[in-house]
């Protein structure tokens, strides 16, 4: 898949984050991840792409000399600075796609992530259920993997899911509960 454009947003009806995933080809994967999902996802997929961009960055030789070294190192800037200078202000194109795991977002229960040789960052997302499962697979740049990371903890601030919010619908009582008159003896129901 030739990616062009990643969404991700918070829905607060759902409780959930949908990320969209556009093509160049016109087709668009749209996935769900829970609150348990994505709290899960963060850690490994930080760690995974910190992992990419350590492997993107050339090794410095200790014993070339100095000019090459800070040729290197200035390289090895350029290549980190590009990968967190993504595109966040054009909004995603929501056009007529096609939507090769159908209308319906696939609800993730799984994600295995794998760094491959080529430098991209491979992830593989699935829905377990009753019925046969679906499944696709991706794989992106060290850019995307950053941009990525940012959408999501961008969406993780929105949805508040690192705090523990009240329960939605649940109020409080001012009434005291009454409390009972130790002198009167227990009812039963039989």
Known sequence: MNIHQVSVTYHQEQDRLLVRISSHDSEELRLWLTRR??????????????DQLARQAEGIDPAAPQDVQRQRMVENFKKEAQTYAG???????????????????LLVTEVKMALLKSGKLQLDFTEKGPEPGRHVR???????????????????????????????????????PETPDPTERPRYLN
């Open 37 to 50: 999902m994505t709290l899960s996802l963060m850690p490994v997929l930080t760690r995974t792409a910190a």
């Open 87 to 105: 595109d966040f202000k054009t909004p995603y194109q929501a056009k007529d796609a096609a939507l090769p795991l159908g209308k319906e977002p």
């Open 138 to 176: 991706i794989a992106i740049s060290t850019q995307l993997a950053q941009g990525l990371l940012q959408l999501l903890n961008k969406c993780l601030k929105k949805s508040q899911w690192l705090k523990s919010p009240p329960l939605a619908g649940i109020q409080e009582s001012s009434d005291k």
